[in-house]
């Protein structure tokens, strides 16, 4: 039995199922390349060329691997959100001056390193540790600096996963998409205007021609019937 042992075995030891959480971790963020990288890129056959993917921030799996995969993309994106505020801080305290010049190693054997150094320690921290789960320098960059970015305004729930309907071929494995929230939301239609029936309403109609003409025909019946009344009085 299985007490107090939370998470799913996914038939797989427990390096093999380290290394598998951590090499989809990174096949998520590394979607988020730009379509530049795969130019001139061509699969083993050495004709066919390599496409970027269809959708960025988005992976199939089955849905079993896309519930454990979770946690640790999110916990990677919390790493990279910490690290945001000293980066920033970091920044104010860097030196525009180009790398080897005079005032670039005045700069770096004076006060002002010292301070930049000390800005820029916890951020190098959280991302020596986000590098210890992902295990590569590239999805780490594009983590840092793409991805924890967008999620700055939102406190958790960073991805979704979606089930897909049909299964696996071969296994018949149930399927499923892990995605970033964001990326790829599908938007509501925009609800019809509704006509101005209250407006419409309080402006008082315009009499029709019709109405006019009985409205003319009362008049001459009304002045008979008042001299009628006249010559009876007489």
Known sequence: MRHRKKGRRLGRSSSHRKALMKNMATCLFLTERDDMFYEGLVQADGKTAVKPPKHKGRITTTLQKAKEVRPLVEKCITLAKKAIPHMEAAEKLNTTAQRGTDAWKQWREGEGW??????????????????????DKEAVSILFEDVAPRFVDRDGGYTRILKLAGVRLGDAGVQGILEFVGKNDRVKAKAAVKPAFAAAEETPAEETPAEEASAEAQEPEASAEEATEEKTEE
């Open 114 to 135: 010292q301070k930049w150094n000390a800005a820029i320690a916890p951020a190098i921290n959280y991302r020596r540790r986000a590098f210890a789960l992902l295990g």
